[in-house]
């Protein structure tokens, strides 16, 4: 969405908040502040459908974010989809696909100028709408553990209000689709496409400060505990078979079960296995 001058950037901030009220909890939604300033440097992409009385109907919300390999200039980045919404009244009619279009057309060309290539598109999901995003290639996160069975990685949604304690991993789902086409990757470059998220969207403290009314000392605090998180997944992963990360989807995941049931393996939750690994770290320290 184009802005020519600060009362556009206000006016398209705040109708844009208020159609995200509409369907999310206001812990899971930005500030108007921050919304202001996407728009406004456009460091975020706000994709919208309009109807016909010119009100917000389907909103995509993304963000193409560099992965840092180490070099001074990266030349990968990947695409982040925050959120993907549409009015109920509207759905079943294609609004998502074409956002999704033109998100993608927008964030390659965007990548073009930094002289980069896409690596992955990213993005939260809950159970319900996971089968609609597997037709755009997005599979949940997996990997196999020492006894062979079946473990999703655990994804942290920090919610946004100043006063939230440092969060729990919530039931939202991590979602990943390779632009090569794999559906196995390593647990290095997975997690190489989960920090830039950890890090630039939610464990900024300067964002945090800024928009958020965060004292630094709070939004230090925040940060520490988004990034113990991340931190004690990276050391749960090394114990991956094989260190890879399966990508599946629905289906592929259901096939997957059946298969292990038949062999005597599960499926297991490894988020309380995580927090167990935070918990130790902060009485030892």
């Known amino acids: 969405m184009e802005t020519k001058d600060e009362a556009e950037v206000k006016k398209n901030a705040t109708e844009i908040r208020e159609f995200m ?23 975020a992409n706000f994709h919208i459908a309009r109807n016909e009385a010119g009100k917000i109907i389907s909103l ?28 109920a009244q509207y759905q079943k009619k294609g609004l998502g696909r074409e956002l999704y279009i033109d998100a993608f057309s ?29 037709k755009f290639g997005r599979k949940r996160v997996y990997f196999k553990n020492d ?4 473990c999703e990685v655990p994804f942290l949604q920090p919610p946004v209000e100043e006063d939230a304690d ?23 470059e997975f997690m190489s496409l989960l920090k830039p998220a950890y890090e630039d969207n939610y464990a900024g403290v ?15 605090e925040f940060r520490d ?28 995941r259901e ?10 393996k599960k499926s297991v939750s490894i988020t309380e296995q995580v927090q167990d690994q935070i918990e130790e770290w902060e009485k030892n320290n």
């Open 225 to 252: 505990g988004i990034m113990k998180f991340y931190n004690a997944l990276e050391q749960k992963l090394q114990g991956a078979e094989n260190g890879d990360i399966l990508l599946l989807s629905a289906e592929e």
């Open 21 to 43: 009220l509409s369907v999310f909890p206001e812990d899971e939604v930005d500030t108007e502040a921050y919304m202001s300033y996407c728009l406004r440097d456009k460091t």
């Open 166 to 188: 440092i969060p729990e991993p919530e039931e939202t789902h991590v979602m990943v689709r390779m632009m090569d086409g794999r559906d196995k990757i390593t647990t290095k």
């Open 106 to 134: 927008k964030a390659h060309q965007q990548a073009s100028e930094n002289q980069q290539k896409i690596k992955a598109v990213v993005g939260e999901t809950v159970p319900e709408v996971e089968g609609y995003l597997n």
């Open 60 to 87: 995509l919300y993304g963000k193409l974010l560099e992965l840092n390999n180490g070099k001074e200039a990266s030349k990968e980045s990947a695409y982040f989809i925050w959120n993907v919404v549409t009015d």
């Open 147 to 150: 006894k062979g069975d079946l």
């Open 255 to 264: 096939q997957e079960l059946k298969r292990l049931g038949n062999e005597g």
């Open 206 to 220: 300067d964002y945090a400060i800024k928009y958020q009314d965060y004292s630094r000392e709070e939004a230090e």
